[in-house]
């Protein structure tokens, strides 16, 4: 008895004294090295303005240098900070993204929103395509900006030409200098032009004629597919006006060049502000499906004074013939036909999204 006594006098003396050290340990101060690390969480990256207004007289137009730096998310890091560079502060509204390669293309919109957002700068309007190449070997992306300038650089306006397709480079660009030529434009005052190729082969033939045509524009080519089908050039551009249209927005279609009643050949533009939207996705390839992106983009206009009866421009890149053919057949319910934008219309190699089957972007002016 007395045996089983002490053992439980020691359990209950050693309860006791673990107790004890429990209370002084708790007592002291932890150590750095002691704490337990706090789980960090990034925040969530903003996404891009569905849509974003800007003063037309301020407006100024780069383009990035296809680079061989790296792979696309170095690439595309290089080609931001050669916009910032050539912007001079001008906060940059819109960006037009060509891709090409197998890089995720969503890569764009995240480096975008955290670069800027590093900077301390309003996101812009985001569009994102992929091509099929670009001029130079291993260049995985190029940058179209269009900026505000702290100054008004276009006081009487701009004018927007449609994409001149032709069979090859030297006649879309003889069309082009046609169309800018008809609108009164000043060779040197075409600000951007982009050529849209079926071959990466016909870049040096365009980039000749181009620096001819027009010597000071910011200059962009891209290879539409990478298996492009049958021979195709089509060049689009902007310019500065130096004579203010009579309206805020005028559509010409001059003679000697084609006549299309779904789609203008030049808009002029001298409305206070343009909306430059970002890109809507369609995802499949029904009535349906296509409405409801044309909905959702003119919802984007909206709060910001425009809408599809202001609608100057628009550009429409589908991946199949088939839905190129749908959004032809639907874009007028939304669009005004009296008035129809200036637009290109090509087909492209992919987009952000491996359900999209077509996206569009367009530019309202708002008063």
């Known amino acids: 008895m007395r045996s089983l006594n002490s053992r439980r006098a020691f359990v209950v003396l050693l309860g006791l004294l673990i107790a004890v ?22 925040p969530l990256l903003k996404d ?23 792979l696309l998310s170095p690439q595309i890091r290089e080609g931001l900070k050669v916009l910032f560079d050539e912007n001079h502060g001008a906060t940059i509204v819109k960006l037009r993204a060509f891709v090409a390669g197998s890089g995720d293309l969503r ?48 006081p009487d306006g701009l004018a927007f030409f449609a994409g001149q397709q032709a069979k090859d480079v030297h006649q879309s660009m003889k069309q082009l200098q046609a169309a800018v030529a008809a609108a009164g434009v000043k060779p040197v005052e075409v600000l951007r032009a982009t050529c849209f190729l079926s ?61 299309n009643p779904n789609y203008s050949q030049i808009a002029f533009v001298n409305a206070p502000k343009v909306v430059l939207s970002g890109m809507q996705m369609v995802f499949g390839e029904q009535d349906a499906d296509v409405d409801l992106g044309f909905e959702r983009l003119g919802k984007a206009l909206e709060p910001l004074g425009a809408t599809y009866k202001d609608l100057f421009w628009s550009s429409v890149y589908p991946l199949t013939k088939t839905v190129a053919d749908k959004v032809r057949a639907r874009r007028f319910n939304f669009f005004e036909h009296a008035r129809p934008p200036a637009s290109t219309f090509l087909l492209f190699e992919g987009l952000p999204s491996l359900d999209a089957s077509v996206a569009f972007d367009v530019m309202a002016a708002a008063m």
């Open 48 to 70: 891009p303005p569905p849509a974003i207004a800007a003063e037309t007289a301020r407006l100024v137009f780069h383009v990035s240098p296809p680079s061989q730096k790296g």
């Open 21 to 42: 050290y429990s209370v002084a340990q708790g007592g002291k101060k932890k150590k750095k090295g002691d704490e337990e690390p706090v789980t960090q969480t990034l």
């Open 107 to 154: 890569r764009v919109q995240a480096l975008v929103s955290e670069i800027f957002t590093d900077r301390k700068l309003s996101l812009p309007a985001l569009s994102t395509i992929q091509v099929g190449a670009l001029p130079l070997e291993g260049a995985q992306v190029v940058l179209e900006s269009i900026a505000m300038d702290k100054k008004n650089v276009n």
């Open 199 to 259: 071959s990466i082969d016909d870049v040096p033939t365009a980039r000749t004629e181009m620096m001819q045509a027009f010597p000071r524009a910011s200059a962009n080519y891209v290879q539409l597919q990478r298996l492009g089908v049958e021979p195709l050039a089509e060049c689009e551009a902007v310019g500065r006006l130096d004579t203010a249209p009579a309206s805020p927005v005028v559509f010409v279609n001059p003679p000697g060049l084609t006549q």
